[in-house]
């Protein structure tokens, strides 16, 4: 029995090939990808000579048996997507369920991811986080995105295309999202552009600017203080005409504030 081997490659800069990916993709039996074209440029810059094949969104259904039959047969075969890791919004996964399913060998060669990249370049919270893939174009979809992103203190990172760039951001301005963000051009590559700021404040940058390469955007998750953009006096003020226990007003706020009850009651219990 074969071994499917899901290969990380390069975003941008070849000196991120790993010394196992090189050995991996060195002794396998052939290569699928999602663009024969860059398998092969890669392949050259590394001296070696393998059968490639397609594999993209398109025929992934169809080369599933396919590839079955040539791991059933004993062959080893590697999974490329064009950059970065295989099934990350690329193709790939049901490859590897139905493998799974059938107890089929596989490895992962671990390597560049493009999300990866632009968390930790990000200087946002990490210790969670969740990626949406690309910011959806319209409908309910696109709805949901962004009620999420207006009450989600969890950073989220995503893609979106240099030609939808800016109106992703007309949106978010829109809709009052004055979340930070971060805006990650041509990760890894001669380019490399980092931006930040709201999306009022990129859109003024990007003003008159043609953006060009592959984006990944990293939006901040709200803080509890500035969801609500709270006046805690003024609360205050609003709970105590209608008197209510100042135990409760403290315990209130305390749920919508990053502020402790008991902070909040030293405050009022004298009012």
């Given amino acids: 029995m074969g071994t499917l081997f899901i290969c990380a490659t390069p975003i941008g800069n070849l000196s991120d090939i790993s010394t196992r990916l090189t050995e991996t993709l060195s002794k396998v039996d052939c290569i699928y990808g999602e663009d024969t074209r860059r398998v092969l ?3 050259n810059h590394l001296n070696i000579k393998k059968p490639v094949y397609s594999y993209f969104l398109g025929n992934e259904l169809e080369k599933l048996n396919e590839i079955e039959n040539l791991l059933d047969s004993g062959k080893d075969v590697a999974l490329l997507s064009d950059a970065g890791t295989p099934l990350i919004a690329d193709p790939g996964s049901e490859l590897v369920a139905a493998l799974a399913h059938k107890k089929i060998k596989i490895e992962s060669i671990p390597g560049p991811s493009s999300v990866i990249v632009a968390l930790t370049l990000s200087g946002f919270d990490l210790s969670k ?38 109106k992703d951001l007309e949106t ?12 990650c051009r041509e990760l890894t590559k001669k380019f490399e552009t980092i931006y930040r700021g709201t999306a009022k404040e990129l859109l003024e940058e990007f003003k008159g600017n043609d953006v060009k390469g592959e984006i990944t955007m990293v939006i901040a998750g709200l803080q509890k203080q500035t969801r609500l953009d709270l ?23 305390s749920l919508i504030a990053d502020i402790s009850t008991n902070e909040i009651y030293e405050k009022i219990k004298d009012l």
Avoid: H, M, Q, W
């Fill in 231 to 253: 006046d805690v006096e003024s609360a205050v003020d609003n709970l105590l005409k209608y008197d209510i226990p100042k135990r409760e007003i403290a315990k209130t706020i």
């Fill in 172 to 183: 978010f301005v829109k809709e009052r999202i004055t979340n930070e963000i971060v805006i």
């Fill in 41 to 43: 440029k890669l392949l």
């Fill in 129 to 166: 986080f969740r990626f949406v893939g690309f910011i959806p174009r319209s409908g309910k979809e696109r709805s949901s995105f962004i009620s999420e992103l207006v009450t989600s203190d969890t950073t989220t990172v995503c893609f979106t295309s240099p030609k939808r760039l800016s």
